[in-house]
Protein backbone atom coordinates (compact mmCIF):
# COMPACT_ATOMS: atom_id res chain seq x y z
CA UNK A 1 0.00 0.00 0.00
CA UNK A 2 2.94 2.35 0.17
CA UNK A 3 4.77 1.27 -3.09
CA UNK A 4 5.26 4.78 -4.56
CA UNK A 5 5.85 6.55 -1.39
CA UNK A 6 8.74 3.64 -1.25
CA UNK A 7 9.58 3.74 -4.41
CA UNK A 8 9.51 7.56 -5.40
CA UNK A 9 10.56 9.38 -1.38
CA UNK A 10 13.75 9.10 0.30
CA UNK A 11 14.16 7.27 3.81
CA UNK A 12 14.58 10.16 6.22
CA UNK A 13 15.08 8.82 10.19
CA UNK A 14 14.83 12.82 10.70
CA UNK A 15 11.56 13.25 11.33
CA UNK A 16 11.37 16.61 11.70
CA UNK A 17 12.84 17.22 8.17
CA UNK A 18 10.62 17.77 5.17
CA UNK A 19 10.11 14.66 3.04
CA UNK A 20 11.39 14.35 -0.40
CA UNK A 21 10.20 12.82 -3.10
CA UNK A 22 10.52 12.38 -6.58
CA UNK A 23 8.18 13.10 -9.43
CA UNK A 24 7.08 10.09 -10.80
CA UNK A 25 7.75 9.28 -14.65
CA UNK A 26 5.16 10.00 -17.81
CA UNK A 27 4.52 6.15 -18.12
CA UNK A 28 3.43 5.51 -14.09
CA UNK A 29 -0.27 4.27 -13.75
CA UNK A 30 -2.06 2.81 -11.16
CA UNK A 31 -5.35 0.99 -12.10
CA UNK A 32 -8.27 -0.88 -10.10
CA UNK A 33 -10.06 -3.39 -11.94
CA UNK A 34 -13.60 -4.88 -10.56
CA UNK A 35 -15.00 -7.51 -12.34
CA UNK A 36 -18.68 -9.56 -11.75
CA UNK A 37 -19.63 -7.27 -8.39
CA UNK A 38 -23.29 -8.71 -8.73
CA UNK A 39 -24.31 -6.19 -6.36
CA UNK A 40 -26.70 -7.08 -3.70
CA UNK A 41 -28.07 -4.29 -1.58
CA UNK A 42 -28.56 -6.30 1.49
CA UNK A 43 -24.77 -7.52 1.76
CA UNK A 44 -22.93 -3.98 1.12
CA UNK A 45 -21.02 -3.99 3.77
CA UNK A 46 -19.35 -7.26 2.13
CA UNK A 47 -18.60 -5.08 -1.11
CA UNK A 48 -17.03 -1.78 1.66
CA UNK A 49 -14.92 -4.09 3.41
CA UNK A 50 -13.24 -5.10 -0.21
CA UNK A 51 -13.15 -1.56 -0.92
CA UNK A 52 -10.70 -0.59 2.18
CA UNK A 53 -8.35 -3.25 0.37
CA UNK A 54 -8.09 -0.86 -2.63
CA UNK A 55 -8.20 2.37 -1.07
CA UNK A 56 -4.84 2.70 0.60
CA UNK A 57 -3.29 1.65 -2.86
CA UNK A 58 -5.37 4.31 -5.23
CA UNK A 59 -4.56 7.36 -2.47
CA UNK A 60 -0.47 5.91 -2.07
CA UNK A 61 -0.87 6.54 -6.08
CA UNK A 62 -2.51 9.85 -6.25
CA UNK A 63 -0.51 11.40 -3.29
CA UNK A 64 2.37 11.21 -5.66
CA UNK A 65 1.20 12.06 -8.26
CA UNK A 66 0.60 9.04 -9.98
CA UNK A 67 -2.98 8.61 -12.39
CA UNK A 68 -5.23 6.46 -11.14
CA UNK A 69 -8.74 5.46 -12.12
CA UNK A 70 -10.81 1.90 -11.56
CA UNK A 71 -12.62 -0.10 -14.27
CA UNK A 72 -15.51 -2.07 -13.96
CA UNK A 73 -15.85 -5.02 -16.25
CA UNK A 74 -19.88 -5.19 -15.92
CA UNK A 75 -22.31 -7.45 -14.19
CA UNK A 76 -23.27 -5.23 -11.75
CA UNK A 77 -26.08 -6.78 -10.12
CA UNK A 78 -27.84 -9.71 -8.95
CA UNK A 79 -29.82 -11.55 -11.36
CA UNK A 80 -32.37 -12.45 -9.08
CA UNK A 81 -35.11 -10.71 -6.28
CA UNK A 82 -33.00 -9.17 -3.67
CA UNK A 83 -35.53 -6.50 -2.15
CA UNK A 84 -38.30 -7.27 -0.29
CA UNK A 85 -41.86 -7.35 -2.14
CA UNK A 86 -41.14 -7.58 -5.18
CA UNK A 87 -39.88 -10.63 -7.61
CA UNK A 88 -38.26 -8.20 -9.97
CA UNK A 89 -34.64 -9.69 -11.20
CA UNK A 90 -32.38 -6.28 -9.52
CA UNK A 91 -29.64 -6.67 -12.51
CA UNK A 92 -30.02 -3.88 -15.04
CA UNK A 93 -32.76 -2.17 -12.70
CA UNK A 94 -32.38 1.53 -12.45
CA UNK A 95 -32.15 1.04 -8.53
CA UNK A 96 -29.06 -1.71 -9.38
CA UNK A 97 -27.09 0.92 -11.75
CA UNK A 98 -27.58 3.57 -9.34
CA UNK A 99 -26.63 1.54 -6.13
CA UNK A 100 -23.27 0.96 -8.59
CA UNK A 101 -22.81 4.36 -9.63
CA UNK A 102 -22.26 5.50 -5.62
CA UNK A 103 -19.88 2.29 -5.04
CA UNK A 104 -17.79 2.96 -8.17
CA UNK A 105 -17.51 6.70 -7.27
CA UNK A 106 -17.05 5.66 -3.71
CA UNK A 107 -13.16 5.54 -4.68
CA UNK A 108 -11.69 8.85 -4.56
CA UNK A 109 -10.98 8.46 -8.45
CA UNK A 110 -12.42 8.62 -11.77
CA UNK A 111 -14.50 4.92 -13.08
CA UNK A 112 -15.38 3.72 -16.51
CA UNK A 113 -17.64 0.20 -16.84
CA UNK A 114 -18.55 -1.52 -19.48
CA UNK A 115 -21.82 -3.56 -19.88
CA UNK A 116 -21.86 -7.45 -19.50
CA UNK A 117 -24.22 -10.06 -20.19
CA UNK A 118 -26.90 -9.06 -16.77
CA UNK A 119 -26.47 -5.36 -17.19
CA UNK A 120 -29.62 -4.62 -19.08
CA UNK A 121 -31.54 -7.72 -17.70
CA UNK A 122 -34.00 -5.04 -16.41
CA UNK A 123 -36.77 -6.45 -18.27
CA UNK A 124 -39.68 -5.61 -15.67
CA UNK A 125 -38.80 -2.11 -16.04
CA UNK A 126 -37.51 -1.29 -19.26
CA UNK A 127 -39.22 -3.39 -22.68
CA UNK A 128 -36.16 -2.40 -24.70
CA UNK A 129 -32.55 -3.11 -25.05
CA UNK A 130 -32.39 0.39 -25.97
CA UNK A 131 -34.42 1.90 -22.89
CA UNK A 132 -32.19 -0.30 -20.57
CA UNK A 133 -29.27 0.81 -22.19
CA UNK A 134 -29.97 4.94 -22.20
CA UNK A 135 -30.55 4.53 -18.52
CA UNK A 136 -27.43 2.80 -17.60
CA UNK A 137 -25.39 5.63 -19.62
CA UNK A 138 -27.10 8.20 -18.12
CA UNK A 139 -26.97 6.56 -14.50
CA UNK A 140 -22.86 6.03 -15.05
CA UNK A 141 -22.33 9.31 -17.13
CA UNK A 142 -21.32 7.52 -20.08
CA UNK A 143 -21.95 8.92 -23.68
CA UNK A 144 -21.22 4.96 -25.16
CA UNK A 145 -20.70 1.95 -23.95
CA UNK A 146 -16.90 1.96 -24.83
CA UNK A 147 -14.72 4.05 -23.71
CA UNK A 148 -11.48 4.97 -24.09
CA UNK A 149 -8.78 7.09 -21.53
CA UNK A 150 -5.52 7.85 -21.64
CA UNK A 151 -4.13 7.14 -18.25
CA UNK A 152 -0.31 7.53 -18.81
CA UNK A 153 2.27 8.70 -22.14
CA UNK A 154 1.15 6.78 -24.94
CA UNK A 155 -0.98 4.56 -22.93
CA UNK A 156 -4.59 3.43 -23.40
CA UNK A 157 -7.53 1.98 -21.33
CA UNK A 158 -9.89 0.75 -23.48
CA UNK A 159 -13.55 -0.78 -23.05
CA UNK A 160 -15.97 -2.38 -24.68
CA UNK A 161 -19.15 -3.54 -23.67
CA UNK A 162 -22.48 -5.94 -24.18
CA UNK A 163 -25.24 -3.22 -25.78
CA UNK A 164 -28.15 -6.22 -25.99
CA UNK A 165 -29.81 -8.62 -23.94
CA UNK A 166 -33.44 -9.03 -25.01
CA UNK A 167 -32.24 -9.38 -28.77
CA UNK A 168 -29.59 -11.27 -28.90
CA UNK A 169 -29.21 -13.71 -31.69
CA UNK A 170 -28.45 -17.07 -29.72
CA UNK A 171 -28.87 -16.30 -26.09
CA UNK A 172 -29.33 -13.52 -24.19
CA UNK A 173 -26.26 -14.67 -21.55
CA UNK A 174 -23.79 -13.97 -24.19
CA UNK A 175 -21.61 -10.71 -24.32
CA UNK A 176 -22.36 -9.22 -27.81
CA UNK A 177 -20.16 -6.06 -28.80
CA UNK A 178 -22.10 -4.47 -31.30
CA UNK A 179 -20.53 -3.33 -35.28
CA UNK A 180 -20.48 0.39 -34.55
CA UNK A 181 -17.94 -0.76 -30.95
CA UNK A 182 -15.95 -2.42 -33.47
CA UNK A 183 -15.36 -0.26 -36.20
CA UNK A 184 -14.92 2.51 -33.19
CA UNK A 185 -12.01 0.39 -31.96
CA UNK A 186 -10.59 -0.38 -35.08
CA UNK A 187 -10.26 3.80 -35.95
CA UNK A 188 -8.87 3.93 -32.31
CA UNK A 189 -5.88 1.12 -33.34
CA UNK A 190 -5.11 2.36 -36.57
CA UNK A 191 -4.71 6.61 -34.63
CA UNK A 192 -2.58 4.90 -31.94
CA UNK A 193 -0.22 2.23 -33.74
CA UNK A 194 2.33 0.09 -31.67
CA UNK A 195 4.70 1.39 -34.12
CA UNK A 196 4.73 4.67 -32.40
CA UNK A 197 4.96 3.46 -29.34
CA UNK A 198 1.18 3.09 -28.06
CA UNK A 199 0.04 0.70 -25.50
CA UNK A 200 -3.08 0.00 -25.31
CA UNK A 201 -5.00 -2.29 -22.69
CA UNK A 202 -8.36 -3.67 -23.78
CA UNK A 203 -11.23 -4.68 -21.90
CA UNK A 204 -14.28 -6.50 -22.36
CA UNK A 205 -16.60 -8.42 -19.88
CA UNK A 206 -16.41 -11.92 -21.46
CA UNK A 207 -14.64 -13.30 -25.02
CA UNK A 208 -17.30 -11.51 -27.21
CA UNK A 209 -18.59 -15.15 -28.70
CA UNK A 210 -21.55 -12.87 -30.20
CA UNK A 211 -19.58 -10.25 -31.84
CA UNK A 212 -19.61 -12.63 -35.34
Not at 18 to 23: W, Y
Request: with cysteine.
Amino acid sequence: TDFYASTLCEDDEDEEEEEICNLPDAESFTVAILGDLHFDPRKMEDYYEGREHFLPIIEDAKSRGVDTALVSLGDLGESKPVEPGTSELFAGTTRCHELAADFLSSFGCDYEVIGGNHDLEGIDEFPTDAENLAAMLRIHKKDTMQFSRQIAEKTLLVGLGSTIFRDAKYTSHEVVIDEAQIAWFEALLAEHPADDGWKIFVFSHAPPIGSG
